[in-house]
């Protein structure tokens, strides 16, 4: 009895030693389940946000027709020289983004004139469709197009600004090959 009270021993002294050494995390794995903990911690003691995860009514019907309103418009006033002065409407921005931005992994965007700044919906084509909105500003200095996102919520949590600083560069990195008249 002893023989098999001493091979189960053994038997499980290998199993317990063979599962310390495939079950021990990598160091960066520590630390980036660490980061990860912290910044949901930071995101859930920040206020909750009044920001609605739906666009209010009414949104915008998309329409080929108002895209091509936009693309026709922003085309005119690039030949116009002299200062560049355009309206858009919401119809036309949210039309064009819609049916031109099909590459981006965006569903049902949507963008909004409110109290002067535009502000986006979409929700996110990746396994659960989180929803993004978010308020940015574009400006043009000397022909350059800039974004500057003022800021994002995604799912009505807030986005940190260090986040919004690296899409907001990738976003201008993006335009910077555009030069207006």
């Known amino acids: 009895m002893s023989s098999i009270c001493q091979t189960q021993n053994s038997n499980r002294k290998r199993w317990l030693q063979n599962r310390q050494k495939t079950a021990r995390p990598s160091a ?13 911690i930071l995101i859930g003691c920040t206020q909750q946000s009044k920001i609605p995860n739906e666009v209010p009514s009414p949104q915008p019907v998309i329409s080929e027709e108002a895209a091509h309103r936009l693309s026709e418009r922003v085309s005119k006033a690039l030949q116009t020289p002299g200062p560049l002065h355009l309206n858009l409407t ?14 981006l992994p965006l569903e049902a965007p949507t963008l909004r004139l409110i109290q002067g700044q535009l502000w986006f919906w979409a929700k996110i084509a990746v396994w659960s469709h989180p929803v993004i909105c978010g308020e940015l500003n574009l400006t043009c ?5 800039r974004v500057h996102l003022n800021q994002a ?3 009505g949590q807030r986005l940190p600004r260090f986040l919004l600083a690296s899409v907001e560069q990738a976003a201008n990195d993006a335009l910077a090959d555009i030069q207006l008249p």
Not at 28 to 40: F, M, N, P, R, Y
Not at 92 to 101: D, F, G, I, K
């Open 90 to 103: 919401e119809e036309e921005l949210t039309s064009y983004l819609a049916l031109n931005a099909q590459s």
């Open 153 to 155: 919520w995604l799912n």
């Open 28 to 40: 960066l794995a520590v630390l980036l389940i660490t980061l990860l903990w912290s910044a949901l």
């Open 141 to 145: 200095d000397k022909g350059q197009i």
